[in-house]
């Protein structure tokens, strides 16, 4: 896998705009404090001259005179990590990317294609300079979390040998580790627990008592760097899945056994849909397509597959061969996450581990976000009304 990391973003996309903000300290202005202005983000030589992320404005401009505060621009930032993704799909389909300016891809099948993966990651390096005029940083290796780390480092490009993930990450602080809970970390430290290397020997019994018995096997295989995830389309979406099924030799419509796939593919992410479209085609090559409405929505996997069932052999009305099947969904909130969340948004953007298990284990009942039983509860109180009226 090769992790590409494209320092300060932003600041690159002011740099490119004007060069005069080059080797300058610059910062982007916070949106979310027009009366009492604070700085948002701050490039690596204002870093170096003591500012942070909150301090004030007026802080700042007393202890840099020199520093440039710049206004900040969500969409060409977003339009920039679209472009950042077109250009991964020019290398390889799968991949996945992460927060501004970081990407995930696997370059492993490619080597017809484009030769050694050490020679198409230092081209992939060259042609975003020449294309986009971003600096970039790579980390090429077996382990996802070990070519993350890996990109991290000072080196344009740093490879990590088969079999030597561990030792590379051994020296490597907790802190470090993508997406580890505070609190986990915190007692990992009060453990004496800081480094990679002090949780590789943990035996997974000791490990799942410390954290859980669902969490321990990822987090050991993070710190071993023997985490081999399996990346998603570059053309999917966050928070998008579709699951394809090609019918080997086309079947009758009453012959399949959509229920049970489209079961297994509910549960393979337990997180609650909010859109949901069902597609299939015949020998013909003619579409058909079946969207479930909200109250579809709400119900729980073993309900949803029946109604998919039902209304994939409702909509297939004549005698006709299906070749393939195909299952888009969405999963969250309701809407697209932006680059400003609304507090409350968030919270309940937090909930959803935690529905996700009780889905799992109630898979016969529904289990329905805050925001859903707000909506539920709307509609029951204009139905009474009409009622009543």
Known sequence: MLAMWVPELPFQLACGRDGVLRDRPLAFLNPESPRSPSLWFV????????????????QALRAVPGLRVLEPAPQIWWEAQGSLGDFLQHWTPQGQLGRLGEALVELQGTQALFGPLADTAARMHRDLAAQHGWASHGGLSLSA???????????????????????????????????????????????????????QPVPLTVLAELTNAKAAPDLRAKVRGEDRPRLPLLTERPGHARHGWRLQPPCLPEEVALATRCLDWLWSDPRHPRHLVLRWWDVDGEPHTWRAPPEDLTAPPLVLARRLQQAFLAGATRRLLVREVELRLAWGLGRERGLFEDPIQARLERLEPA???????????????????????????????????
């Open 43 to 58: 490039n690596r030589l204002g870093r170096a001259e003591g500012l942070a992320a909150g301090m004030s404005l007026d």
């Open 145 to 199: 979390t070990a070519a993350q780390l890996a990109a991290r480092g000072e080196q344009h490009l740093e490879l990590v040998a088969d079999g030597a993930e561990a030792a590379f990450l051994a020296p490597q602080p907790l802190r470090r580790l993508p997406d580890l809970a505070p609190r986990l970390r915190d007692r990992f430290h009060r453990l004496g627990l800081r480094f990679f290397g002090d949780l």
């Open 355 to 389: 529905l996700a298990r009780l889905r799992r284990r109630f898979p016969d009942q529904a289990v329905l976000p805050g925001w859903m039983g707000q909506v539920l509860k709307q509609a029951n109180n204009s139905l009474i009304f009409r009622e009543a009226r």
